[in-house]
């Protein structure tokens, strides 16, 4: 907009003549000569009908991608702008009016259509000039009116650390409804940006920092990566110079070998396409500066293959696949490396197949599989989507005067509900903050197919909120890869996520979930609730404090300890195969019909029994000891001790003793232990009128909502 830049000719930090890989992949569309623009420009208006000189390179790219554009609004919106910004010039001394050319040129070549490209060149003229939105609105519509008041509501935008979080949300509200507005406002950073020279070195430290905080991971969302790497290697050279200048270094003498590792594997991936009669373009694709830096700092020297990868361009999906077998069979893949973006698109629209093959010296070499419109998606993001607004008469005319999105990007519908539910700017703009700093995203699957995209280091609790919104408040807990798991279970790229959900409505989130949640929507749904409930908040997801207490019958004196407790079963319900001997059922397993059971003599001639899968089975075995057979005699009423662990929901306690009680068992005694992470321990004694009821009866507890599992206790034997 109305930054201070300079002509690139100018030396500095960012312009000083260095060749990107960028530059090198975009040869055919050299950098433009702002002074013959500047030059052309001052040539005043063309003919009534006629293109001016100007904006012919503009023409030139926007007809490469839309043959059939009608140019009219562009030659309409220089018109305005040129005369609009006649006598105003750049710190570079050239006249303003190459900026906004500049800035549609870049957004031209992306693929943009004709309207966004009509607002960029209009994008300063209601901040710097006389023009006013509605004589915008009347000669170019109002789509184009939209589009420039957004723009404009983005200048007034400080993005620096000291930024208003307020004007930020304002911002976003007015202009997050149309992705093209970033889009022009990306471009037009990018133009500063690489005319940035002629600023003060703290100046140029500022401006690269707010670009590196928030503008790159939005371009990054937006999936526009032609802008976001060039950003990136700008940045780099000014926050970084010394890491810069050794890594064009490493590019350049990489560059000046007489071998190249990637062309040799390029042909020999040519040669086995052709063979295969798939039809592809097989592109060696440069790694720009930030990405080789990253490279060698992971892999250390870096060796010929590691300063690009190759690109597969091919017409159809299935043929994506197609190459891919082609090369996982003829040449030795890295099978580690594979990852299917096109079955899984990443957050951001990119699609792709992404593999390595080893060269026959034993460099590895990254490959990169995609359709044409694939490749166009990823270097543009939402720009390539043309207007992501065109719909029917009917839904344009809608009474609401809602615009439709069909194409908008998930994160973006996230970022305007934060906005919307943020309890406060700060809060919102401390998330947004954390959400552009996560440069990793996993896709895990919901049980019916669908996926959850989420930053990596994501839980349980994120996916909860991410499937339910403010509904996640009743989820309990989970199940990752078919086995349960707690809310705060950390999850990887590909698991799949079952929630599973309390039946009451009135279930809390406990502030212990914070400690949890990683993405903003699950945080500010959260601090919302627990803002408007800070007295449950304090206790949200905890047992009720009676509950915490041993619930229990008064049973009167202890038995002496070689004495059966009342109710369980006896010598006259287990048979033995030794006369005569006394029975002694083992507490540390409890024995119940119809378990399985052993038996072993001990002191004084009396038989232990033991389930079979008891511990203390396998330590007598080992030690010598010889098993007595025992076996059970006649059902009878038992006593036997459960314990159920549970997620924390309200009226657990209460719908599990109903659980039990219907299944007609009594409850002798019950201890609810206090909770942990979000899960709680109950232990139940229970008398059965028949033993053979009780797996019916633990079937049944585990049936109810928020238990995960019922087993019976376990104690270590201090003594057979």
């Not at 889009?183 to 003060?200: C, E, Y």
Request: hydrophobic share 40%.
């Amino acid at each position: 907009m109305n930054a201070e830049a300079v002509n690139p000719a100018t030396p500095g930090p960012v312009t000083s003549g260095h060749v990107t890989p960028t530059g090198a992949r975009r040869k055919s569309r050299p950098r433009l000569d702002l002074r013959r623009l500047g030059r052309a420009a001052l040539l005043g208006p063309a003919a009534r009908d006629r293109l001016p000189d100007a904006i012919g390179h503009v023409v030139d790219a926007h007809r490469a991608h839309h043959p059939d554009a009608d140019l009219e609004p562009l030659r309409r919106a220089y018109l305005l702008a040129e005369s609009s910004h006649r006598g105003q010039m750049r710190k570079s001394g050239e006249p303003y009016i190459t900026h906004p050319l500049a800035v549609t040129l870049i957004l031209a070549e992306l693929g943009a259509e004709t309207t966004t490209l009509t607002a960029s060149l209009l994008h300063d003229t209601v901040e710097d000039t006389e023009v006013t939105l509605d004589q915008v609105g009347e000669q170019f519509g109002e789509e184009v009116r939209y589009l420039v008041d957004g723009v404009t509501k983005l200048e007034k935008v400080d993005y620096g650390a000291a930024a208003e979080p307020e004007t930020f949300r304002k911002m976003l509200v007015a202009t997050g409804n149309d992705v093209r507005v970033m889009s022009i406002k990306l471009a037009d950073r990018l133009h500063n940006m690489r005319t940035l020279g002629v600023m003060r070195p703290e100046k140029q430290e500022r401006i690269a920092k707010v670009t590196r905080d928030v503008l790159i991971p939005l371009a990054e969302r937006l999936g526009v990566q032609a802008l976001k790497t060039e950003l990136e290697d700008l940045v780099f050279a000014i926050l970084h110079p010394e890491e810069y200048e050794h890594t064009r270094e490493l590019i350049v003498r990489n560059a000046a070998r007489a071998d190249d590792p990637l062309a040799e594997v390029a042909d020999d991936v040519r040669k086995v396409l052709r063979e295969a009669d798939i039809t592809a373009e097989v592109l060696i694709r440069p790694r720009h500066f930030v990405s080789v830096h990253r490279v060698s700092r992971r892999r250390g020297a870096l060796r010929g293959a590691d300063f690009g990868r190759l690109l597969v361009l091919v017409n159809e999906d299935a043929d994506c696949y197609g190459v891919l077998g082609e090369l996982h069979t003829c040449m030795t893949p890295v099978v580690s490396e594979f990852k299917d973006f096109i079955a899984v698109p990443k957050f951001n629209l990119y699609q792709s197949l992404h593999t390595a093959v080893a060269g026959t010296d034993g460099q590895v070499v990254e490959v990169l599989i995609r359709t044409h419109q694939m490749h166009k998606v990823a270097e543009a993001g939402v720009v390539a989507l043309g207007n992501p607004y065109a719909a029917p008469p009917e839904e344009q005319s809608a009474s609401d005067g809602e615009r439709v999105d069909p194409t908008r990007p998930g994160w973006l519908s996230r970022l305007l509900d934060w906005q919307r539910a943020a309890p406060d700017p700060d809060t919102f703009w401390s998330t947004l903050r954390e959400d552009l700093a996560q440069d990793r995203e996993i896709t895990v699957f919901r049980p019916d197919g669908g996926t959850l995209g989420l930053p990596e280091g994501a839980t349980c609790v994120d996916a909860a909120y991410a499937q339910y919104g403010e509904d996640a408040h009743a989820c309990i807990g989970a199940r990752v890869n078919g086995r349960l798991a707690t809310l705060s279970t950390v999850l990887k790229d590909g698991d799949t996520v079952q929630l599973l959900m309390g039946q009451d409505a009135a279930f809390e989130p406990s502030r212990e979930w914070l400690e949890h949640a990683h993405t903003p929507a699950a945080r500010i749904a959260i601090q919302r609730w627990l803002t408007a409930h800070p007295a449950q908040g304090e206790a949200s997801g905890a047992v009720p404090e009676e509950a915490a207490r041993p619930l229990t019958d008064d049973p009167g004196p202890s038995p002496a300890p070689d004495a059966p407790a009342p109710g369980r079963p006896t010598a006259a319900q287990v048979l033995v195969d030794r006369a005569g001997a006394t029975v002694r059922l083992a507490g540390c397993c409890t024995p119940v019909p119809p378990d399985e059971v052993t038996g072993f003599a001990v002191r004084g001639g009396a038989v232990t029994v033991h389930r079979v899968e008891c511990a203390g089975v396998a330590r007598m075995k080992s030690a010598g000891r010889a098993e007595v057979g025992v076996r059970w005699g006649e059902g009878a009423e038992c006593r036997v001790t459960l314990v159920a662990e549970s997620f924390v929901r309200p009226h657990l306690l209460a719908d599990l003793t109903e659980a039990m009680a219907l299944e007609g068992a009594e409850i002798v005694s019950a201890t609810v232990e206090p909770p942990d992470r979000q899960q709680v321990r109950h232990t139940y004694t229970v008398q059965l009128p028949d033993a053979a009821h009780l797996p019916t009866l633990m079937r049944a507890m585990r049936n109810v909502a928020g238990v995960y599992d019922v087993s019976r206790a376990q104690r270590q034997a201090s003594d057979a």
